[in-house]
């Protein structure tokens, strides 16, 4: 075995710029496997991340009910209580409490149907992104009563800008129409339609009075560290409200509050695996042609050799040690190649800024994407490529293995 | 051959005779009746409406003018915290007024089927310009009488219109015969089922007709949801200025 394989390893450098390409090649369809592996992983994260903390938290807490009626009188009427527990959720990062309704808001013969969310100005910073969307003006404060924020898409519908005032109406809980006047201290932009066009915040003090709702809230939303950790947080809630006996809310997670999102990221996972089974089989052809064409052009060589009685079971190993030898030398410079290109991508972002009009339909707050080297995907991808390298190598092998010596002379 | 056509046009008159017999009046009159009966050209009403909810129970004043099919203004009284409000419509545009932030809005067709100062109504009931003739086909729900509340009736079904701003699916009255006054209203949605009910009582004589008084509307969307309209004072027929119905009367408070 030894000879084989110093042969072998000789064989590699002694036709030094063959090898560096065939290496370079295999190396070129590894660091390809690494990256979009990384990139959709990170992709599949920040789109999480993003809507999470956009605007809805990973856990959320209602009256029963409320987040398919959106019902004013589906209200948590002892929020004090509720979070008093919230505050003690293992892995707890934020948690923001809202007032939830839709309403109109209008000025003069211009109208548009809006969500109104009343919030803790800095909680809400703290828990969100929404302080970072602000485009114009500025985001609210403790003191802002009177004052809205609204989407950038509300502002061109209706045709106002940062101090001018606009009228909210709605429902109110003791059956009398909310309403008031609110002067637009800041216009944000998040990038989510919904928000952008449909959306307006207020301290939770003006909600309160327009909603007729004293301390009440509708909706206490909280943030994680991690999103692995949202099912221990959310059974932590649930057992703690039971114990409570405050039985009549709910407790819902992003998947539960945004199912489309869960849908979106399974799609990005099937996506992930066809474009992956692409790339798979795109670097595999190109692996075959390159050993492929660097046996068949030996095959002058390989008849010698058997003239002078090696055995074909012998050149058979001595090809399968070199296409093996050479697939490691690309395994080396290909992984740490993928790894380096995936962890600048992982600290500088992709801008994805040409792709931006495509990507607000996935509602990304930044067209940046950090990708993500998971060790799963990184072993993966060294499996795939060095059992391809040897695979394609077997049948260039048998062929030079079964070639008679007189016509492998005359072969060229 | 002769015998035979006389014998087949006897036979279908006979057989058509009684498998449709027809009152002498068309559906089409009792309702458009009905609906002058209500409305006269023009009308001024004084209502209290009170919302009963298993929450909230709360009672609203106000004064209301209509004129023809095209105008309507309806001005709240109280509460004190709703005192002043105004709502103006002219043909499919719906102002609102309100005192405390000065300022009319127009209120988008969308809206016109929400709640009405949280009651059962819509503000499509309250501040109506289309009569039910215009907004329906009639025709009978079925024939003979129907005794309801003790009244002999006719039994109507209403189907919106393909063009009609309507939120209900199908609608069926019961209407007096010997008055068409309505006594019974059903209110279905789209997907035929059952979801308002309003009934007719106290009927007085009130400015120059005998009206019903008081019109009770059970929600069946939302249990304990009651909204009933009281009519305290009406007058019809009264030609009302026009400049009841302009921008300038609705902030005019």
Redesign the interface.
């Known amino acids: 075995m030894g000879v084989f394989l110093r042969l072998a390893w000789r064989n590699l450098w002694r036709h030094r710029r063959r090898t560096i390409i065939s290496a370079s090649a295999i190396a070129f369809g590894l660091v390809c496997i690494i990256f979009f592996h990384a990139f959709i992983t990170g992709f599949n994260e920040s789109y999480i991340e993003n809507a999470v903390r956009v605007f809805m938290g990973h856990i959320q807490i209602h009256h029963q009910g409320f987040q398919e009626s959106m019902n004013i ?1 589906d209200y948590i009427a002892d929020p004090q209580a509720v979070l008093g527990i919230v505050s003690q959720t293992p892995h707890l990062q934020a948690y923001t409490t809202r007032i939830k309704g839709y309403g ?1 808001t ?8 809006v969500l109104i969310l009343g919030v803790v100005p800095e909680e809400e910073a703290q828990a969100t992104f929404i302080e970072e969307c602000m485009v114009e003006g500025k985001y609210l404060s403790a003191d802002s009563i009177g004052t809205i924020i609204i989407g950038k898409g509300l502002a061109d519908n209706l045709q106002v800008k940062v101090g001018d005032s606009l ?1 909210i ?1 709605t ?7 909310g ?3 609110y002067t637009v201290r800041g216009i944000f932009r998040t990038n989510y339609s919904e928000l952008d066009r449909g959306a307006v915040f207020m301290n939770i003090a003006d909600a309160q009075t327009l909603f007729a709702y004293d301390d009440k809230v509708s909706e206490i939303a909280l943030l994680v560290d991690d999103s692995q950790n949202v099912p221990q947080a959310k059974r932590f809630l649930i057992e703690q409200l039971a114990q409570e006996r405050l039985t009549q809310l709910e407790v819902l997670d992003w998947t539960e509050i945004a199912p489309q999102m869960q849908q979106m990221v399974e799609f990005m996972e099937i996506f992930l695996e066809i474009l992956l089974a692409i790339i798979i089989l795109a670097a595999f052809f190109g692996i075959f042609n390159t050993i492929l064409m660097s046996i068949l052009g030996r095959m002058r060589e390989f008849g010698i050799m058997k003239a002078m009685g090696t055995r074909p079971s012998q050149i058979f190993r001595l090809i399968i040690y070199e296409s093996s030898l050479l697939g490691l030398i690309a395994l080396a410079v290909g992984a740490g190649l993928g790894y380096l290109v995936t962890v600048l991508a992982n600290i500088n972002g992709l801008d994805l800024a040409f792709f931006a009009e495509g990507f607000e339909a996935f509602g990304a707050i930044t067209t940046i994407v950090y990708a993500k080297l998971t060790l799963d995907g990184f072993i993966f991808a060294l499996v795939v490529v060095i059992t391809t390298t040897v695979l394609v190598a077997i049948y260039p092998a048998i062929k030079a293995a079964r070639i008679k010596p007189l016509e492998a002379i005359r072969y060229i | 051959m002769k015998l035979a056509i006389a014998s087949f046009i006897i036979i279908f008159f006979t057989i058509t005779g009684f498998s449709f017999p027809t009152f002498a009046i068309d559906p089409k009159t009792v309702v458009t009746e009905m609906d002058e009966l209500l409305r006269g050209d023009s009308n001024y009403m004084l209502i209290t409406m009170e919302v009963i909810s298993p929450q909230f129970d709360r009672s609203v004043k106000m004064e209301s003018w209509s004129l023809g099919k095209t105008k309507s203004f309806v001005r709240i009284l109280s509460p004190p915290k709703d005192e002043g409000m105004g709502y103006l419509k002219l043909k499919n545009n719906l102002w609102m007024y309100m005192p405390d932030v000065e300022e009319t809005i127009k209120i988008p067709p969308s809206m016109m089927l929400e709640p009405f100062m949280g009651s059962d109504f819509t503000y499509d009931d309250i501040i109506k310009e289309s009569s039910m003739p215009d907004d329906y086909y009639i025709d009978w729900a079925g024939l003979g009488s129907y005794s309801v509340s003790g009244y002999d009736c006719y039994a109507l079904e209403l189907t919106p219109k393909p063009d009609a701003d309507v939120v209900w699916g199908k609608m069926r009255c019961w209407v007096r015969k010997s008055d068409y006054m309505p006594i019974y209203w059903e209110y279905y949605d789209e997907d035929d089922y059952l979801v308002r009910i309003m009934e007719f009582s106290e009927f007085k004589y009130i400015g120059d007709r005998t009206i019903p008084a008081k019109w009770k509307m059970e929600n069946r969307e939302e249990e304990g949801h009651i909204t009933t309209i009281y009519i305290d004072k009406a007058q019809f027929n009264i030609s009302p200025d026009e400049s009841i119905f302009t921008q300038q009367n609705l902030e005019d408070y």
């Not at chain 1, 209008?106 to 149907?113: F, P, T």
């Open positions: 009188d109109l209008a000025i003069g013969d211009k109208s548009s149907g009228i109406i429902n109110a809980l003791d059956r009398t129409t309403r008031g006047r």
